[in-house]
């Protein structure tokens, strides 16, 4: 097991790779999630009528900027959140869980050299330590998520929702701040944590749940292909979970004043004008998305990892690599 710092450079290292891939997916899951926005289906306008629709759109009016917009801006926003995201997510949740499992065995939280505590694995633990990571992660990386929402929804030829013009990441920072303070940097904080709670709940227990399937019946060796099906299986459950409020955050995010005063208030709008299935709009974009970037930051996340654990190997003094 690497380092705290080392799991958390490890894990921010490989959600970088893997939305360098998905990002494009999500700009059109975003668009999808605001179309219509507090309107019947019979009176809201469909500009984007799915996930492939939405890209050759998107293409065609704005070219690959548009399908990139909040990724390959100035100071690369979305590079920053997952660094800050999945640092969080992925670094932290074995060390809360071999914590947590050491206060349940020993009734303290700090007997984590212990193998037996090590190789406890309790699936309540397990779903905790992910959300508890996913949480932390979610708080410290609101304000990036905030302004990458905002950058992806923008639209000079088919807007949907309110429109946020910022020349790039940093100038949106600063136009939030000189307008709301700290407090508009972290509007929607509340959504995020519960959507990325509800996604890191789930995402490392159902695929070390998985892994631990795959080799005992289908003796499935340690690589890339075990690493692959995981890692698909992770995804599904992650999506199925996680897209309702996925939804209020995009929405929550992406206002301006107080058509939202809360995540309970934006649901109950939501519901009540446009159906409970509205908490789903854009959940296929959103599948599209999920799957290959699961996929490619736990599988990636395996690697840096290794690799981390290397490096920390040769500078680390030996006293230290004894309590890891």
Known sequence: ????????????????????????????????????????????????????????????????????????????????YQMTLNGCRLGFYEPLRVSMNSLVLTYSPTHTTDPRVKAMQSLPINIASGAASGILGAAAGSPFFLIKTRLQSYSPFLPVGTQHLYRNAWDGLGQVYRAEGIRGLFRGVGPAMIRTGFGSSVQLPTYFFAKRRLVRHFDLKEGPALH???????GMVVCVVMHPPDTIMSRMYNQTGNLYKSAFDCLYKTIKAEGPLALYKGFFAHLARILPHTILTLSLAEQTNKLMRRFEDRILPDRVKEKI
């Open 1 to 80: 097991m690497s380092t705290g710092i080392g799991s958390f450079i490890a894990g921010g290292i490989a959600g970088c790779g893997a939305v360098t891939v998905t990002h494009s997916f999500e700009t059109i899951k975003i668009r999808l999630q605001l179309q219509g926005e507090l309107k019947a289906k019979q009176d809201a306008p469909r500009l984007y009528r799915g996930v492939f629709h939405g890209m050759k759109i998107v293409f065609q009016n704005e070219g690959m900027k548009g399908l990139l917009r909040g990724l390959s801006c100035a100071g690369g926003m979305q590079y920053i």
């Open 228 to 234: 692959l099906l995981s890692s698909a299986v992770s």
